[in-house]
């Protein structure tokens, strides 16, 4: 009787060590199976699949590492990116980084890779970047001058606070580029120099900073007084004595209209110099607009008072009706 219960008793103890063996293995194994990061490459055939340190936005990445597999989200400075489970392994995920609004994400979190399973997350940290922001222009002087700009000057240094900032490729101002040798770059800034002539700049680009890099452009909004320029033109083939207005922005201190070769002698700009008026002189010939301030002049790169070539025609507003279509008409 003592004999079967020792039995027994050893039996029973026997299983229960087993089967505290058999847990402890179970643990251990959902420790390990929680997401590890070991690196990143870039996502193209090989040889240019290569680690990288610097990765970009819109720029498709295979992060390394193990039990990757179960993931079930992947973040890029706390932005969540789209992910395919197929293009999932146990040591690799193959995932496109998406478009990162850097200026509202937070410092600690910018380049910061995040993998999400059910065993838990982990970080990695590795340098991301996207196209140029900038968020404000500051004066390029020292305490109490370095304020914040809403207009800046031909030959004025200043600071373009941001994102992404360096190694521009091109930094233009109304389209007009800048010397790249002389900027002075910080993580978050870029010191450059407004070029000092803006004559001859893009109309469409007006009042405005572009900023390139390799990984995109950025366009930045401030008013650039500099030399005039003309958008558009109210009447462009007017009659003697009809009115005509220039639109565009910068008619400050004008020194000399000439509308078709004539010289206009008197006209009347809008206070925010984004208009000027006048009245047609006596034309017998075709010509440019040309406007001269203190900053500059502009000259239109078609003729006025032209019934046959360029934008002739055009009712103030859109559309093009060339005189041609009636003639004997329309004079």
């Known amino acids: 009787m003592n004999k079967i219960f020792y039995n027994g008793t050893r039996s029973l103890l026997f299983l229960c060590i087993v089967s505290a063996f058999a847990i402890l293995p179970a643990c251990k194994k959902e420790k390990i199976g929680c997401p590890v990061i070991t690196g990143v490459h870039n996502y193209e055939a090989s040889p240019n699949d290569t680690s990288v340190l610097t990765i970009s936005t819109d720029q498709w990445v295979v992060i390394l590492g193990k039990n990757l597999g179960g993931v079930t989200q992947v973040f890029f400075g706390s932005i969540q990116a789209t992910i395919n489970p197929t293009l999932f392994t146990d040591g690799s995920i193959v995932v496109q980084i998406p478009a990162i609004p850097f200026q509202s994400v937070p410092a600690n979190k910018v380049n910061q890779i995040t993998v999400i399973s059910g065993c838990g997350s982990t970080s990695f940290n590795i340098n991301i970047i996207g196209a140029p922001i900038i968020s404000y222009v500051r004066n390029n002087a ?39 040798a002389d900027v002075v770059y910080t993580d978050t800034s ?60 910068n008619f400050l201190a004008i020194q000399s209209i000439t509308f078709a070769g004539v010289n206009v002698p008197l006209f009347q700009a809008s206070d925010d110099g984004t208009a000027v008026g006048f009245v047609a002189p006596e034309m017998t010939q075709s010509g440019p607009a040309v406007i001269t301030t203190a900053a500059g002049t502009f000259t239109t790169a078609y003729n006025v008072n032209d019934v046959t070539t360029g934008a002739i025609s055009n009712f103030e507003w859109s559309g093009v009706f060339h005189w041609d279509w009636c003639p004997g008409v329309c004079r």
């Open 190 to 249: 870029a010191i450059v120099k407004v070029p000092v002539d803006l004559s001859g700049g893009n109309a469409s680009m007006v009042n405005t900073i572009s900023y390139t890099t390799s990984i995109g452009t950025g366009i930045f909004s401030i008013r650039i007084i500099g030399p005039p320029i003309i958008t558009s033109i109210s009447y462009e083939n007017p009659n003697s004595g009809d009115s005509v207005y220039f639109y565009g922005n």
């Open 142 to 180: 020292a305490s109490p001058n370095d304020t914040i700009l809403n207009s800046i000057l031909p030959g004025q240094q200043i600071n373009l606070i941001g994102y992404n900032l360096k190694n521009a490729t091109q930094i233009q101002f109304q389209g007009v580029q800048a010397n790249l």
